[in-house]
């Protein structure tokens, strides 16, 4: 059953001051990724991941062509619309993203105040994922005394505090070593596995797709030039 639908979805973004001319960041992708898959999008910079991604919680609209998400067609849904959609959809980053005047905690439970959640269900909540991250010894922390593999982790939590159903991992290994990118990956394993969540990534490391992902596309110029599972896509000819 998928949970994220492209139809044919072109993004274009107009170059100032070129006559009008136009880069094709995704040029005609159709793809399917079904509820339950850790879904894998590789290719290198620039071959227009980061705006696929972002067309899937409408942070980027598409100029033709259209994205289902979670049964709605949201190619031109309003803003208003689009809120329940994207409390289903978390997200992590490269950078972490975490705020660095924010406790390990206080960036966790962020998502719950956005949302108003009372405050003692907040700090249950934020237990409950200090706990799964394993960084309950950390809570008072600040961001910069931690590891990279700690930030993520915090990143992971954060993302996960409102239960979403799709978590977009964007190069979320990129900036740590082979060893915590195992760690980090492992966690996202556990992610998709104890809480049946979606997990889109993407990065331009083969080690990462082939380490954690069921499916996966290759991206290149903008297109999906090939997709499929992972053991077939990667396998010697
Ligand atoms: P990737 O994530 O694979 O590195 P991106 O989706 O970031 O690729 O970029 C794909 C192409 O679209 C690139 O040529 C990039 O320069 C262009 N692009 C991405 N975002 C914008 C934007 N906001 N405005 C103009 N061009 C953009
Ligand atoms: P408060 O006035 O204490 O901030 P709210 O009006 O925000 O309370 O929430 C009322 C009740 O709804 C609380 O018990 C809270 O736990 C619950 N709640 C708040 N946000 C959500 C949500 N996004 N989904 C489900 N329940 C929620």
């Not at 979805?9 to 399917?32: C, I, M, P, W």
């Not at 208003?80 to 406790?103: D, E, V």
């Amino acid at each position: 059953e998928p949970i994220i639908t492209f139809d044919h979805v072109v993004k274009e973004f107009k170059t100032r001051g070129h006559g009008g001319a136009a880069t094709r960041a995704v040029d005609d992708v159709s793809l399917a990724i079904n509820r339950g898959d850790i879904f894998g999008i590789i290719g290198y910079s620039g071959a227009g991941k980061s705006t696929l991604v972002r067309l899937i919680n409408a942070l980027e609209r598409p100029t033709s062509g259209s994205v289902t998400v979670l049964g709605t067609d949201i190619t031109k849904l309003s803003e208003a619309k689009l809120r329940p959609i994207r409390q289903k959809i978390g997200m992590i980053f490269q950078q972490f993203n975490l705020f660095s005047t924010k406790t390990v905690a206080q960036n966790i439970a962020y998502p719950l105040q956005l949302d108003h959640w009372r405050k003692d269900y907040q700090d249950r909540r934020v237990a409950e994922l200090l706990d799964f991250v394993g960084l309950s010894e950390h809570a008072d922390k600040y961001p910069s005394q931690l590891s990279g593999g700690q930030k993520q982790r915090v990143g992971i939590a954060r993302a996960l505090a409102t239960n979403p159903e799709i978590l977009l991992a964007d190069e979320a290994t990129s900036a740590l070593d082979p060893e915590t990118t195992t760690e980090v990956l492992n966690l996202l394993k556990r992610v998709n596995e104890e809480f049946g969540i979606t997990i889109v990534l993407i990065t331009h490391q083969m080690n990462v797709v082939q380490q954690i992902a069921g499916r996966v596309a290759v991206m290149s110029s903008g297109r999906v030039v090939e997709a499929g599972d992972v053991y077939d896509v990667f396998a010697a000819p």
